[in-house]
């Protein structure tokens, strides 16, 4: 699995941290509630339901409980989850007390869609609807049970219109959150993100090959022929590295006209013959009539051996060389020495 598919992103946390700001509000409402209904359930000699209301407010406390101790995304799910099981549990308890309770059964609904996809969500929506349904048809003349299936269908109809609408609207708010506009490549907030990934101690990767690239003369480009041919070199050039590279290969826009690629769990030499690839992809490729090249850096990090930002500036010292040595070419940073002091030259990767 890539770094971007593990990396805790902004988005996600957010999204986290909502969650459980919603779950702790609602854990403390129930709990206020319970007390309420119990304490009028007692006083009007329902003895049953007012159980079931501490029932309930044991549950909201445990929940309070879970969601302060807990980390947030764990505490959240268990929150969601006791909720929706224990409308479960309340429609059962209709049905063993002899007491309709399928004005409960519309929470559920809304309880689900913060567990599960819009499509399994749906799913259990329905499933749910016709336990509460059978639950309900000793309790009720048939006619109130076949409204309570049209409300809830309603409901069920809504809710997953609302979710799916939510995950649609959510999956682009995050690609356009984590991509450049113009490259279509991650952006260099994403980088950051999935650099501090890398070296986090959730990362299951040893080792990490980095690859700067920068369009040679990219000014004269600009200064010659304008920023909007600029501005499409620019993206062609990603279009020829996303297509030399795996599609597994997070490819980022680095800066305005510097690429990067990190090479999760792959040795330095491997990385060496990629960038020999790209470099050479982007060379033979038609820019309209514009010569364009690349120069590319490879570094390397091995966990335990230094951090990932000393092999970032490794691999950005070895651009330099590509750059110094008359660009279009690749240089790889030499392996770090404890004998070799920080930033030794690096090693040139000849050209076919």
Same mark, same amino acid.
């Given at each position: 699995m890539s770094l971007i598919s593990l990396r805790r992103d902004s988005f996600s946390l957010l999204r986290e941290l909502m969650r459980w700001r919603v779950a702790m509000v609602l854990s403390v409402l129930i709990a206020v509630l319970m007390v309420v209904l119990g304490s009028v359930n007692v006083r009007m000699g329902l003895q049953d339901t007012a159980q *079931?209301?501490?029932?309930?407010? $044991?549950?909201?406390?445990? %929940?309070?409980? &879970? /969601? @302060?101790? *807990?980390?947030?995304?764990?505490? $959240?799910?268990?929150?969601? %989850?006791?909720? &929706? /099981? @224990?409308?479960?549990?309340?429609?059962?308890? $209709?049905?063993?007390?002899?007491?309709?309770?399928?004005?409960?059964?519309?929470?559920?609904?809304?309880?689900?869609v913060f567990l599960l996809r819009s499509d399994r969500a749906l799913?259990?929506?329905?499933?749910?609807?016709?336990?509460?349904?059978?639950?309900?048809?000793?309790?009720?003349?048939?006619?109130?049970?076949?409204?309570?299936?049209?409300?809830?269908?309603?409901?069920?109809?809504?809710?997953?219109?609302?979710?799916?609408?939510?995950?649609?609207?959510?999956?682009?708010?995050?690609?356009?959150?984590?991509?450049?506009?113009?490259?279509?490549?991650?952006?260099?907030?994403?980088?950051?993100?999935?650099?501090?990934?890398?070296?986090?101690p959730r990362s299951s990767a040893?080792?990490?090959?980095?690859?700067?690239?920068?369009?040679?003369?990219?000014?004269?480009?600009?200064?010659?022929?304008?920023?909007?041919?600029?501005?499409?070199?620019?993206?062609?050039v990603a279009a020829e590295l996303g297509?030399?590279?795996?599609?597994?290969?997070?490819?980022?826009?680095?800066?305005?006209?510097?690429?990067?690629?990190?090479?999760?769990?792959?040795?330095?030499?491997e990385g060496a013959v990629l960038a020999e690839q790209l470099r050479a992809a982007v060379e033979a490729a038609d820019f309209q009539g514009v010569p364009v090249t690349v120069s590319i850096g490879v570094s390397h990090w091995v966990r335990g051996e230094g951090s990932v930002t000393a092999a970032l500036d490794r691999a950005d010292r070895a651009l330099y060389e590509a750059k110094r040595s008359g660009r279009n070419r690749c240089s790889v940073s030499a392996p770090a020495d404890p004998a070799t002091p920080e930033g030794a030259a690096p090693v040139r990767v000849p050209q076919p």
């Open positions: *079931l209301a501490w029932i309930v407010l $044991g549950i909201a406390l445990a %929940c309070i409980v &879970a /969601l @302060l101790v *807990l980390p947030r995304h764990t505490g $959240g799910t268990v929150f969601f %989850c006791a909720i &929706a /099981l @224990l409308m479960v549990g309340v429609m059962a308890f $209709g049905w063993y007390h002899g007491r309709n309770m399928q004005h409960w059964a519309y929470i559920f609904p809304p309880v689900i799913v259990a929506m329905v499933l749910f609807g016709l336990y509460a349904s059978a639950m309900t048809l000793p309790l009720v003349p048939g006619i109130d049970v076949v409204r309570f299936a049209s409300g809830y269908g309603l409901l069920v109809c809504f809710m997953y219109t609302y979710a799916l609408l939510q995950e649609r609207a959510a999956l682009m708010l995050r690609y356009h959150s984590d991509h450049d506009a113009l490259s279509n490549c991650f952006n260099r907030r994403t980088f950051n993100e999935a650099l501090e990934q890398l070296a986090g040893r080792r990490c090959t980095f690859l700067l690239i920068d369009i040679d003369y990219f000014k004269a480009i600009n200064d010659l022929h304008g920023h909007l041919v600029g501005d499409r070199i620019i993206t062609q297509r030399a590279m795996d599609p597994d290969i997070p490819l980022f826009r680095y800066g305005g006209e510097e690429f990067s690629a990190m090479l999760a769990d792959v040795p330095v030499a």
